[in-house]
């Protein structure tokens, strides 16, 4: 009786809280159904106005990367035609670590790693989205893949609008060149005019506030100056579609105060924002979407506290 | 909308801003039109509208680009693509012209005679070889040196020097590669005009030598030019076929350097065709021999004959074919080479 009453008493417990819990669990589904698992499409509907097809979008589909790993003998051309002449039993096999992608080997014997896996998802004007995953989950490929560095081994990719790629802060900068020589190179990469240099030039030179150092070479700088002129080159585009790693959390206080604001400019300024980072905070108030990538593959693809919530349990 | 609306405020999104409750779908729907301002709705517009005119960028006046890449897009869409790399990569020409006079300026930093450093060794090997090689050929300085001095030049500083370097032409730009999608011709242009940019330093040295010996070719020199530019097609096609298999197999530059060692000497370079005589009925088989010839006649004052000509386009072509199929078969896989 104790123990029936008691087992009685269990579920209504369970129930009572359940019953708190349904109001809210009812909440946060309702919440979570319309307003939070539907928000991406609806929101695109209400925030992307009635032009979508004039606007930048990112369409992935199935897309797979295999890296080849080269390590010692298939570097070779000897050593390739060896294998290839007398090897002809190895046997494909698939290895699964922690983390990163899964290795395996293809047709020809190679070691790959599956970078991404069948990874499909649309993005429209407005959407910014996080990735999230473990290092080696396939977040800096994806955006190199998205960015046309990578070119899909399977599935396609399609980017309408200019794509701008934040993924190394010192990318193109040479230490035996001077600032303003740097800037001039910077701007020839970009494909810039003599007009186009000189209000990059004008731009940078206000923003990395490095005085007479801009004329000096930059193996003279100390390495907060050096991260100054890269961010500021690296910011100053304003591409509808970026693509940014998290390495622009680095620096000093002072400066990542303005570094900050700039880069918030520039975000606001592109249509469509792809993240990643491990800092859940930035993905957590950056973003409008979260993927979290995992081998490769996508795991979860919904809102920020969905997928933070998801992320935050394993 | 207006043009330009305020400026929208720095904050980004609040970090909470679907706060749990009946009402949330509501109020973010309210946010979603833009009332909010940050998430997207004005934001985006008024990024449209006013942040196309950012003035740092001064590539948003561009119609939108796309990019499209299908890994099924079969050998069709892959020669297109090989051909848009092309066509792009021209475009960037200033960029590819800076970076080859940069990575020359950059080699010779900081020494005292700068890229005549080069021409300093060319002029010293020349001067002592020529005093070697015409003691072992019977022949006389003054008929020896000219011819010696411009072959030397051109394959040194010109046919060896390019085909060595065509083989580092990508690998030598792994940063850029992997940092942004840039054609792979901005590198080939990048190699090329850095080699002629090397050969123009060291051509002081067979003008020297012209004016020691008072060797002048004559007009017949111009005849030379059409031979440089086909040279600097077989240069490109030079580096787009050894860029993209060096990137692959690391072991091919030293094969290349055996290779090239090779030809310099069954190629008349330090000697004359004619002094092979009746025997040279294999040289127009060495494709390095007609197209030395291109040039080198021209700049000693022969005019080069038809035959010549010919062995060197037709060279040139079936060179060019084989590297175009090459590139177009490998474009998409240097990025993960190199």
């Given amino acids: 009786m104790t123990v029936d009453g008691s087992l009685g008493m269990l579920p209504d417990a369970r129930n009572g ?32 106005p009635a032009d979508p097809g004039d606007g930048a979008a990112v369409t992935v589909s199935a897309l797979s990367l295999d890296f080849p790993i080269y390590h010692g003998g298939s570097r070779s051309l000897k050593k390739t035609v060896l294998s290839l002449a007398s090897n002809r039993m190895g046997r494909s096999r698939d290895t699964d670590a922690g983390t990163g992608g899964h290795l395996g080997t293809d047709r020809t014997h190679r070691v790959v790693v599956r970078a991404l896996r069948e990874v499909s998802f649309t993005l429209r004007s407005g959407e910014r989205l996080g ?37 190394d802060p010192n990318f193109g900068m040479n230490l035996d060149l001077t600032g303003r020589e740097n800037i001039v190179l910077r701007g020839r990469y970009a494909g810039l005019n003599g007009t186009g240099i000189r209000a990059l030039e004008a731009d940078v030179e206000a923003f990395a506030s490095l005085g007479p150092f801009l004329d000096l070479p930059v193996r003279t700088y100390s390495s907060g100056m050096v991260v100054r002129l890269g961010f500021a080159l690296s910011t100053a585009a304003a591409p509808q579609v970026l693509l940014m790693d998290e390495w622009f959390m680095a620096g000093d206080a002072k400066f990542q105060d303005k570094a900050h604001r700039r880069l918030e400019t520039v975000v606001r300024g592109a249509e469509i924002l792809v993240l990643t980072s491990h800092t859940l905070e930035i993905l957590r108030s950056w973003c409008t979407r979260l993927i979290w990538l995992e081998h490769g593959a996508i795991r979860m693809d919904g809102t920020p506290d969905e997928v933070l919530a998801a992320y935050a349990g394993v | 909308m207006n043009a330009l609306p305020p400026v929208p405020p720095p904050a980004p999104p609040p970090a909470t801003p679907l706060a749990p409750g009946p009402a949330a779908t509501e109020r973010r729907d309210q946010a979603d039109d833009g009332r909010d301002g940050t ?105 020896y040196l000219p011819f010696l001095s411009v072959s030397i030049i051109l ?37 090329v005009w850095r080699n002629l940019l090397v050969l123009a330093h060291n051509i002081v040295v067979p003008l020297a030598v012209f004016a020691i010996f008072g060797a002048w070719p004559g007009v017949e020199a111009v005849l030379s030019l059409p031979g440089l530019l086909l040279w600097i097609v077989d240069g490109m096609a030079a580096c787009f076929l050894l860029g993209a298999i060096c990137a692959r197999f690391r072991d091919i530059p030293p094969i290349v350097g055996s290779l090239l060692q090779i030809a310099y000497y069954v190629t008349p370079v330090i000697w004359n065709p004619s002094q092979l005589g009746a025997k040279g009925w294999w040289l127009p088989l060495n494709p390095f021999f007609p197209l030395m010839e291109v040039v080198r006649a021209p700049l000693l004052g022969h005019v080069p004959s038809a035959m010549i000509w010919e062995a060197a386009v037709g060279y040139s072509l079936a060179f060019c074919l084989v590297s175009a199929l090459l590139f177009i078969r490998a474009r998409s896989r240097i990025a993960f080479w190199v």
Wanted: with cysteine; proline share 6%.
């Fill in chain 2, 39 to 143: 998430p997207r709705g004005s934001d985006e517009r008024g990024a449209r509208a006013g942040g196309s005119a950012a003035p740092p960028a001064g590539v948003a006046a561009l119609p939108r680009p796309v990019l499209r890449m299908d890994a099924r897009i079969g050998a069709m869409g892959r020669a297109a693509a090989a051909w848009a790399d092309l066509r792009d990569g021209t475009r960037l020409w200033r960029l590819a012209l800076s970076l080859g006079f940069l990575d020359i300026r950059l080699r010779y930093r900081g020494s005292l005679l700068g890229p005549f450093w080069l021409t300093l060794s060319s002029a010293v090997m020349v001067a002592s070889m020529g005093a070697v090689f015409s003691l072992l050929f019977h022949t006389s300085l003054r008929g």
């Fill in chain 2, 155 to 191: 394959w040194q500083a010109g046919i060896g020097a390019l085909a060595g370097e065509a083989c580092t032409s990508f690998t030598g730009a792994e940063q850029t590669i992997r940092s942004m999608r840039m054609p792979f011709t901005v590198q080939v242009l990048r190699t």
């Fill in chain 1, 17 to 48: 809280d359940g019953q708190g819990g349904d109001v809210r669990g009812n909440g946060v589904r309702s919440d979570d159904v319309p307003g939070h698992g539907i928000p991406p499409p609806e929101a695109l509907d209400a925030g992307a």
């Fill in chain 1, 131 to 167: 990735l999230v995953g473990h290092n080696g989950a396939g977040k800096s490929t994806l955006l190199r893949a998205l960015g046309g560095i990578y070119e899909p081994v399977a599935g396609s990719v399609e980017v309408l609008g200019s794509v701008g790629t934040l993924l």
